[in-house]
């Protein structure tokens, strides 16, 4: 990976020198399952309401910094009230800035790898000790008792939920213990939640757990990625924080119209849920039927997948077939692992027809 040069390490603040600037490693194909966006269409009447929304926004006016009116809609979407949501520029903005706020200098955030990337970058960005406690080697299972040891002694606690890249989903009863723990708030990062069984979302914690904060996006199953918006549930003193501490436009006028309009049209987006989570559960059975794979079960639009030769079958679905999935082969306790998105019918056919051929 790319490093800064030797003139801007000798520039920036010395505990950034030794960054690497982000490389998404993207290359245009045919076939993109490697970021976990929604590959369905937007359901048409959704689409119209939003470019209806869009339509009607003026573009002079500085936007509303708390995103009031989507703040409303989306808590009627939650049964809670507006002074428990802060909006912010994408799920990755409320993260940096729940570091920002919690972790610092001599402080510890409570994390368990293998999980999303960001959070250790985001602590490294903030100068946030980091306090690895590490997944089952064979099933990604949460470490529940070295959890609650360590929790006592941190700063602040994510836990995501599915876990994104294994896909399996923590129990409330644990999250529940593990906020009682834990002096400081813990995050449950819900990204893909909607892709989960019902009742696995840990907000009917909130009333008991002041300290708990969930985390959502409109980026996975609403397929709003371009969008960038997400949202945190919380307590409203921990709403507060969030509020006090943001760039206070980040969230721009047609961000705000556009999701306004797609959270008060959530119902449309069950049919397209319920199509991943079954072509998650076709594309589960074909992979493991494969006897050279290991396929984790998700909860997730996405699986996990370890093959022998995994980072060349990734080039080769790329070069060969235009499919572009992500290789973890390189991170710790995901050797051979390539994480695939569920995609539309077509596409799902497309990589099961890819990875055979390469296999063999
Ligand atoms: C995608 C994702 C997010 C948020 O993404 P945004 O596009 O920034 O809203 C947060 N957490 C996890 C685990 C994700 O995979």
């Known amino acids: 990976m790319a490093e800064l040069s030797a003139r801007m390490r000798s520039m920036v603040q010395p505990y950034l020198a030794g960054i690497e600037p982000y490389d998404p490693n993207f290359t245009p194909t045919r ?25 009607a926004t003026p573009l002079n006016r500085y936007p509303d910094p708390m995103s009031n009116e989507l703040r409303d809609e989306l808590a009627a979407r939650h049964g809670v009230a507006r002074e428990n949501i802060c909006v912010g520029n994408g799920g990755d903005e409320l993260l940096f800035n729940f570091l920002l706020a919690f972790g610092g200098e001599g402080r510890q955030l409570l994390n368990c790898p293998p999980c999303f ?7 490294s960005l903030t100068r946030t000790g980091v306090r690895n406690v590490r997944r089952d080697r064979k099933t990604f299972a949460l470490d529940e008792r070295a959890l609650l040891a360590a929790a006592p002694h941190a700063s602040l606690a994510i836990i995501t939920s599915p876990n994104n890249p294994t896909g399996d989903v923590v129990e409330c009863s644990f999250i529940e213990r593990l906020c009682h723990a834990c002096p400081g708030p813990v995050m449950v990062d819900e990204a893909y939640i909607e892709f989960a069984d019902a009742g696995t979302s840990t907000e009917g914690l909130l009333e008991d757990c002041p300290n708990l904060v969930v985390l959502h996006t409109l980026s996975k199953a609403f397929g709003a990625a371009g969008i ?10 921990v709403i507060e924080v969030f509020a006090a501490i943001r760039q206070i436009y980040s969230v721009n006028v047609l ?25 998650r559960e076709r594309m589960y059975r074909a992979l493991a039927a ?17 093959m022998e030769g995994a980072s060349r079958i990734r080039e080769r679905l790329r070069d060969e077939f235009s499919i ?31 990875l055979a051929a390469l296999l063999d």
């Open 31 to 55: 076939i993109n399952l490697s970021a976990n966006e929604n590959t369905y269409p937007l359901p048409a009447d959704v689409r119209e309401a939003v470019d209806r929304a869009l339509a």
């Open 117 to 123: 990337s960001e959070y250790e970058f985001f602590a």
């Open 228 to 237: 960038r918006c997400g949202y945190v549930i919380a307590a409203p003193d």
């Open 290 to 306: 494969d006897g050279r794979l290991t396929v984790w079960p998700s909860q997730g639009n996405f699986l996990l997948v370890r």
């Open 324 to 354: 572009l999935v992500r290789d973890f082969s390189y991170a710790p306790g995901l050797d051979g692992c390539l994480r695939i998105t569920v995609g539309t019918p077509e596409e799902n056919d497309e990589v099961l027809a890819a």
């Open 255 to 279: 961000t705000q119209a556009a999701a306004a309009a797609m959270v008060r049209a959530h119902d449309a987006f069950s049919p397209v849920v319920e199509q991943i989570r079954s072509e």
